[in-house]
């Protein structure tokens, strides 16, 4: 059976709300989420609550949920039908953003990109830092296993519910992917 390894980082979308929609306020991302939710607006604004974060810090959110990890985990079940699939969440905190500085309301997030220099000593940007260096050797000699093997230690294939390994700087740590979808709200994006 063929196999498939993909995944998400945990803050996909700082990236893209700091390049698309730098210094978000309050009311312009209430229009971005009504767009965003449709008929579900209403919800949308329940479940996407300030609780003290910036409008872009939450937007951040609501595009991490709906564009990456929300169809991260469908792609990953419609998939697991026909081939062999690990799913991973890359969640290293404090992992550099490669492509651009983040402002301080978003610099708490793991970029989109961020696990490229783990993955590659070739990133443009400071060497890894040295208590990165074990996690960015696990994360290399992982995914090589997996390239050569099929095998993904530590990122166990999806079956039934699925399982999603969030991979940290100390190790991985594998969960069913129900756990996943409800804390990315996949119901309210998921038809």
């Not at 700087?169 to 119901?187: K, L, V, W, Y």
């Amino acid at each position: 059976m063929a196999q498939l390894l993909m995944g998400t980082v945990r803050d996909e979308g700082t990236l893209f709300t700091n390049v698309f929609a730098p210094g978000l306020d309050e009311r312009a991302f209430r229009g971005f989420l009504a767009t965003a939710a449709g008929d579900l607006a209403r919800e949308a604004g329940r479940t996407y609550a300030p609780d003290g974060r910036s409008p872009g810090r939450i937007w951040s959110d609501v595009v991490t949920d709906r564009a990456y990890a929300c169809p991260t985990l469908t792609t990953a079940a419609a998939l697991a039908r026909r081939v062999s699939v690990h799913v991973y969440e890359f969640a290293v905190d404090s992992a550099p953003t490669p492509f651009a500085a983040l402002p301080p309301d978003l610099a708490d997030g793991i970029a989109h990109g961020a696990e490229v220099p783990y993955l590659l000593d070739r990133v443009p940007g400071p060497p890894m830092a040295p208590d990165r260096q074990g996690a960015a050797a696990n994360l290399v000699d992982t995914w090589a296993r997996f390239a050569t093997t099929g095998d993904a230690p530590g990122i166990p294939a999806w079956i039934g519910d699925g399982m999603v390994t969030t991979i940290t700087a100390t190790g991985s740590d594998p969960r069913p992917a129900s756990e996943m979808a409800q804390r990315r709200h996949c119901a309210l994006w998921t038809p």
